[in-house]
């Protein structure tokens, strides 16, 4: 499967420390996506890093992507408690039909403590 | 304003009982995909459409029916739901299979 999956699964910090959250996946790539999920609600993109991109930056995200390694990390630096949420890589993949694809990880519980 | 648009947003129904979740989007995308969320095992894809009249499974397809007729729409149809089909759904669309997509809020369903 081309699925990410992020690690760790769970993460809980104080408000103003950074957090970082890493994916792995399967097979070569396009692009890599990052998402984020507020309790039950719809996925909301964050940030897209190419396949040719090492580092992306969007505000206080930062997003780093290792092709050779097959990894992709997400750092939120100064975290909010607004920041609590579930995060999820998606990669894409192309099939011979040269049609297109997102496959999600299982994501990353990020809980910032006031 | 640009939106994915799901209903029901919550539905609880018996098993057996067809039922159709629709999806509608407003910005003109050409793609568009199901999924259902499950505790522990993150979102897996349902089916997708690259494109009106064109559809293909996903990860998990079966006990599920989809259509695109028009670009706007693309309901799913669970045609004789059963209890392990209790899950979160949400719908997407991008204009392209590899874009950020854009999610509706979700359907909670339960079936009994």
């Known amino acids: 499967s081309q699925q990410g999956e992020e690690d760790p699964q769970a993460l809980s910090i104080q408000e103003g420390e950074n957090a970082t959250m890493n994916c792995s996946y399967k097979?070569?790539?396009?692009?890599l996506q990052w998402y984020r999920q507020n309790s039950g609600r719809g996925l909301v993109h964050l940030i897209l890093?190419?396949?040719?991109?090492r580092e992306k930056h969007s505000g206080r995200l930062r997003v780093t992507l290792d092709t050779s390694k097959k990894s992709s990390s997400l750092l939120i630096t100064a975290s909010r408690a607004a920041d609590t949420a579930s995060y999820f890589c998606?990669?894409?993949?192309?099939?011979?039909?040269?049609?297109?694809?997102?496959?999600f990880g299982t994501g990353t519980r990020l809980t910032v403590i006031p | 304003e640009a939106q994915v648009t799901q209903n029901p947003r919550y539905l609880i129904t018996v098993t057996g009982k067809k039922l159709t979740v629709t999806c509608s989007q407003n910005?003109?995308?050409?793609?568009m995909s199901w999924y259902r969320q499950d505790p522990g095992l993150g979102l897996r894809q349902i089916y997708y459409?690259?494109?009106?009249?064109?559809?293909d499974k996903g990860d998990v397809p079966e006990g599920y029916k989809v259509s695109r007729k028009e670009k706007r729409n693309f309901p799913l149809i669970l045609e004789s739901p059963s209890p392990n089909q209790t899950s979160l759904y949400f719908c997407?669309?991008?204009?392209?299979?590899?874009?950020?997509?854009?999610f509706g809020d979700g359907t909670r369903l339960s079936i009994l």
């Open positions: 997407a669309s991008s204009p392209r299979g590899d874009q950020p997509q854009h």
């Open positions: 097979t070569s790539i396009n692009n």
């Open positions: 890093i190419r396949s040719n991109e």
């Open positions: 998606a990669t894409d993949a192309v099939y011979a039909t040269g049609a297109n694809n997102l496959f």
């Open positions: 910005m003109n995308h050409e793609y």
């Open positions: 459409s690259m494109n009106v009249e064109v559809t």
